[in-house]
């Protein structure tokens, strides 16, 4: 995002001979705010959305903010990042442009590499780490799962039927909302039914 704000108000207008660098403090800060909280909420919204698609978690949540959309975003944050862009703009801006001429071409490009290996090192050891670490947690998840089966066939030898059927629904509606009993479809019940019917040998077996 401070990249994108840097080409935008500093790199782009003055290569495209738009203005010089010494005119990048008059960009109107009006201007700078609508385009850096817009830019930031898209970046935000398609970072959340592409990051949960991938790891399968929510990495930030605002549901508990004003005015947000679906958790990923909000306005207050897009807000303080439309003045965060201001700042960007008004001191970052400049001092890039004016020592960009300092340092030699050759160190320049030197130090761009090392820091894309270093970024794009780090990103992969970040995705190796996490792609391991979900399918950890999925073995054991499937093993948590065994074994509360094998506890439930247990317990629900010495339960009512109504009490076999609140823990089927705890077993069976994991995630989020869907732990909630009153949000079980209607045709739940029959299906538990069904369930139950199929071990109800085992169940007396077990009595």
């Not at 898209?42 to 949540?61: C, K, N």
């Amino acid at each position: 995002g401070t990249i994108s704000c840097v080409f935008l108000f500093g790199v782009l207008p003055v290569y495209m001979g738009w203005m010089e660098p010494n005119q990048i403090l008059e960009i109107p800060l009006w201007m700078i705010f609508v385009v850096c909280s817009v830019g930031s909420a898209i970046l935000e919204y398609t970072t959340s959305y592409v990051l949960e698609r991938l790891f399968h978690a929510v990495w930030w949540d605002y549901s508990d903010m004003p005015l947000n959309l679906n958790g990923r975003i909000c306005l207050p944050a897009s807000f303080g990042f439309g003045i965060a862009g201001i700042l960007v703009t008004r001191f970052v801006v400049p001092f890039v442009l004016n020592h960009s001429g300092m340092t030699p071409p050759n160190l320049s490009q030197f130090l761009a590499l090392l820091f894309m290996f270093i970024f794009g090192g780090d990103m992969a050891l970040t995705v190796a780490s996490l792609t391991s670490l979900i399918e950890k947690m999925e073995g054991a998840q499937e093993i948590f799962d065994e074994k509360m089966e094998d506890n439930f066939q247990v317990l629900a030898a010495k339960l009512n039927f109504r009490d076999r059927y609140h823990i089927r629904n705890m077993l069976v509606f994991r995630g989020r909302g869907k732990h909630n009993n009153k949000q079980v479809d209607p045709g739940y019940y029959k299906r538990f039914r069904s369930w139950m019917s199929n071990h109800e040998f085992e169940f007396r077996k077990k009595k």
